[in-house]
């Protein structure tokens, strides 16, 4: 029984080895004695003063590169006043720059005209030249285009209900003509309780048609209409 035991993979000395484990970890726990006596030797007031030696090699250093700075902006200051002084720059061989236009050649002619001029001074040849140039001048003037001020317009036509009959309604807006409108695309937007605006957009000249003129004219239809707003406006 004893010789079958020998064989056996048993492990007595595991108190040894736990023992060991414990030791060994617990001098690694330990602060090593060399790291006491470099502590022992440290004095905070020789620290701060290696401190103190470095941030003034810093300080020193940053005074040199400062300095270095300031001399080459001198020196580029220097080169750009010298440049300054040797090419001036002269206003008065400067032409001044002048445009004409047609209409200001038109006007010329007509102010060497002098329509002031005595009868007696002037012969029927010069009378002739002078009528002439004024013709001419004004038909060059009437042909010019005249720039017409016009606004592009989006109304929002509101009916009372749901039951009012929107087709109607719009060809009763689009009725509404004068010199100066033009009627563009509308559509039907949805507002609540299955009621629908009419949403139209419009185009008129600013001195002939009035916004406030259309939006009357525009309520008067008042057995479709409850309400105009204006949705847009835009100059064109």
């Not at 060991?20 to 030797?41: F, V």
């Not at 009372?160 to 004068?178: F, G, L, N, P, S």
Request: hydrophobic share 35%; with cysteine; proline share 3%.
């Amino acid at each position: 029984m004893a010789q079958n035991l020998g064989y056996e993979k048993v492990w007595l000395d595991k108190s040894k080895y736990e023992a060991a484990e414990y030791e060994y970890y617990e001098s690694k726990a330990k602060p090593s004695p060399q790291i006491n006596e470099c502590h022992k030797h440290l004095n905070p007031a020789k620290l701060m003063e290696e401190q103190l030696k470095k941030f003034e090699k810093i300080l020193t250093s940053f005074e040199q590169r400062l300095n270095e700075v300031v001399v080459r902006v001198q020196k580029l200051e220097e080169v750009s006043n010298a440049s300054k002084t040797t090419h001036p720059v002269s206003l008065n061989n400067v032409t001044p720059v002048t445009t004409t236009t047609k209409d200001q050649d038109d006007e010329d002619d007509v102010d060497d005209v002098d329509l002031f001029g005595s009868d007696s001074e002037e012969d029927e040849e010069a009378l002739k030249v002078r009528q002439k140039r004024l013709a001419d001048y004004e038909q060059r003037k009437s042909k010019k285009p005249v720039l017409i001020a016009k606004s592009n317009i989006i109304l929002d036509v509101k009916p009372w209900d749901d039951e009012t009959d929107m087709k109607v309604m719009e060809e009763a807006v689009r009725a509404i003509q004068t010199d100066g409108l033009v009627w563009g695309a509308a559509k039907l937007v949805p507002l609540a309780y299955g009621i629908h605006k009419l949403q139209i957009s419009c185009v008129v000249e600013d001195d002939k048609v009035s916004v406030d003129w259309l939006q009357e004219q525009i309520e008067e239809i008042s057995d479709y209409v409850q309400s105009v707003d204006i949705a847009a406006f835009n100059k064109v």
